[in-house]
């Protein structure tokens, strides 16, 4: 299958500081890519749906302006968790799907971030 | 809209019985579903998915699942389960032309030696 990678794996970081994490589709072009938030032993909740060279669109609830979502290229999206809280301390989940109709995802290994 | 519910947060089964996961959907669309598997701290991995084809879906790993339209079921089986199944597994639904997936809120299937 295709394969979808996350970068970093894990963060650490300080109250106030903004963390990014990159999401990329190694082997094929990924037209639409999704960003889920997985707090601990409970199920994936969808943030944001990005296509490549448009906005984002957010889900009910949560903030754009803290939870920053590029999607430059066929092969790359960004997450940027800005001014970043304790609360937002979560596992990050990031998918990608290209020119298919099967509604089949490809997803990443996830990205833990701790706020201390 | 759309939705799933999987029936038990956890499931114990011994080493080498039978596996039953349950999930039920509710889609005002003929549905695509799906079966995920995650380890721990890792992302998702498809096991199997329907998408309006044959009703009976064999995936990875000796898992197979059944669609069953009367039931708005699509429960995910293992003949016999092997201590490396030991994840939590997700079901989910989406529909066609839309690959935003609604996940359910997970079982966690625990093998006992």
């Known amino acids: 299958g295709a394969v979808v990678s996350q970068h970093p794996s894990r963060v650490i970081c300080k109250s106030g500081t903004s963390v990014k994490i990159e999401c990329r589709s190694l082997d094929f072009q990924a037209t639409t890519m999704f960003w889920y938030r997985q707090f601990p032993k409970q199920s994936l909740m969808l943030m944001a749906t990005?296509?490549?060279?448009?906005?984002?669109?957010?889900e009910q609830g949560v903030e754009k302006d803290k939870f920053l979502i590029n999607h430059a290229s066929l092969t790359l999206s960004t997450l940027t968790v800005t001014s970043a809280h304790p609360e937002d301390s979560s596992f990050y989940i990031c998918s990608a799907t290209g020119l298919t109709n099967t509604g089949e995802l490809f997803f990443g290994e996830g990205s833990r971030l701790t706020v201390l | 809209a759309q939705s799933v519910t999987q029936l038990g947060s956890h499931v114990s089964v011994s080493e080498g019985a039978l596996v039953l996961l349950r999930c039920n959907y509710s889609?005002?669309?003929?549905?695509?579903l799906f079966w995920y598997v995650q380890y721990p701290n890792q992302g998702l991995q498809l096991l199997l998915k329907?998408?309006?084809?044959?009703?009976l879906v064999k995936g990875i790993n000796g898992f197979e699942a059944e669609f069953k339209k009367s039931e708005t079921s699509f429960h995910l089986t293992k003949p016999s389960a092997h201590m490396s199944d030991a994840a939590e597994y997700f079901c989910?639904?989406?529909?066609?032309?839309?690959?935003?997936?609604?996940f359910g809120t997970g079982t966690r299937l625990t093998i006992i030696p």
């Open positions: 329907y998408t309006s084809a044959a009703t």
């Open positions: 989910a639904v989406s529909f066609f032309g839309n690959e935003k997936l609604t």
């Open positions: 889609s005002s669309v003929p549905p695509y």
């Open positions: 990005s296509n490549e060279g448009s906005k984002a669109t957010y």
